[in-house]
């Protein structure tokens, strides 16, 4: 096979973990992003969209383009694949970038979500209130992300706060779902149609950052086993979805109900490098260039994934770990900043949390 070049848009860690893991695929990687410094700075050859013919510049260089984000412009995206193949495509992108949108396409293909209404004045918020009942979370129809552009509102009191802060955008207000864990399913498609389905993690957020992904969720029944994967499945073929693709869930009583999808490799897939036989960053290349499809399987009976905060702390004991393995972004130190992830696998399920214990002061320091 003739060497690939790839091309991803943006250049942060997600761009330079599917550079790393797709190496010994034989493959070239070529960078657009307005970032001097980035952790794919050593990876690749980086083009600045600000400077001269940048994006001819970009086209001309790979076979195959992806992105690493789903705020990605679409309009970018479609221009890029008038000359060369885009994956996934700006139908997938589209669809996952406004709350909105994303919510009715779930419920088209039979995807069970929180109910939920359009917000565009407070009038709007009121009826809202009226409709769902309390409590609901206001949240920006566009973008948002680790928590950023929602709002809670408990009492009738919150609501022309919640208003006061958010008001001015389109906004999505969903009725408040009763969850006993947040869990998510990644899955990966290739140009021919293949699917594979990776083990679903479940994860454990603080203050809308994602801290902890634990593999696998402990006592999920078959039942719900199945109806992630169906969902998963039924978003990648309706889409005509080509890399990974990610929904996150939330488990109920009554069954598992969509919160939102990423069109690309996911925070809560991290664990995969070391604890799956392929991870999601080399499927997602294998998918893009049209490869077979790697074993999603985890290696060992239970993997985790720790977010490391806002400081790098003490990279000594990860490393002396025997079961644990440090992956560090390139990033400098930052308040609430993902600077890196330490993953880890065990045979036991006394094991995995005892060294999540262990290590659970990279995912509390928050740069403080």
């Known amino acids: 096979m003739a060497v690939k070049r790839i091309g991803i848009i943006g250049s942060g860690q997600l761009g330079r973990m599917m550079a790393l893991a797709a190496t010994h695929l034989d493959t070239e990687f070529v960078f657009f992003d307005e970032a001097n410094d980035s952790p794919c700075s050593n990876l690749g050859k980086s083009i600045q969209p600000s400077t001269d013919n940048a994006l001819q510049i970009f086209i001309d260089s790979v076979d195959v383009v992806s992105y690493e984000s789903e705020n990605t412009d679409a309009t970018l995206v479609d221009q890029i694949s008038k000359h060369v193949p885009v994956y996934p495509s700006s139908k997938s992108l ?10 009715r396409f779930f419920q088209s293909i039979g995807i069970q979500t929180a109910d939920f209404r359009k917000v565009e004045s407070l009038e709007d918020l009121e009826a809202a209130v009226n409709d769902l009942g309390l409590p609901i979370i206001l949240k920006t ?25 958010l008001g001015g955008t389109e906004l999505i207000a969903e009725a408040f779902v009763q969850f006993s864990r947040e869990l998510s399913v ?20 603080s203050a809308g950052i994602l801290r902890v992904s634990r593999v696998p969720v402990k006592g999920l029944s078959e039942q719900k ?21 990610t929904l996150e869930l939330f488990d109920t009583d009554s069954g598992l109900i969509a919160n939102e999808m990423a069109p690309r490799v996911h925070n809560s897939g991290h664990w995969s490098i070391e604890g799956a036989f392929c991870s999601q960053f080399e499927n997602h290349i294998r998918a ?45 130190e930052r308040l609430n900043r993902k600077i890196g992830h330490i993953n880890i696998v065990a ?13 659970s002061a990279f995912t509390t320091e928050c740069g403080e």
Request: charged residues 20%.
């Open 186 to 205: 990644i899955a990966a498609r290739n140009v021919s149609g293949d699917v594979q389905v990776y083990p679903l993690a479940e994860n454990d957020h």
């Open 288 to 332: 893009i260039c049209d490869m077979p499809l790697g074993n999603t399987d985890a290696r060992q009976a239970f993997a985790a994934m720790i977010n490391i905060i806002g400081k790098h702390g003490d990279r000594k004991s990860v490393l002396e770990q025997g079961n644990s393995f440090y992956h560090a972004y390139g990033k400098t």
């Open 225 to 245: 086993q199945a109806q992630a994967s169906q969902y998963i499945t039924n978003l990648l073929n309706e889409l005509n979805h080509v890399g990974v693709l």
């Open 347 to 359: 045979s036991s399920e006394s094991e995995i949390e005892s060294t999540i214990k262990k290590f």
């Open 94 to 103: 589209l669809n996952s970038q406004h709350r909105l949108t994303e919510k």
């Open 141 to 165: 129809t566009r973008e948002g992300y680790d928590g950023k552009g929602q709002a809670m509102i408990k009492t009738a009191q919150d609501v022309l706060s919640a208003w006061e802060t």
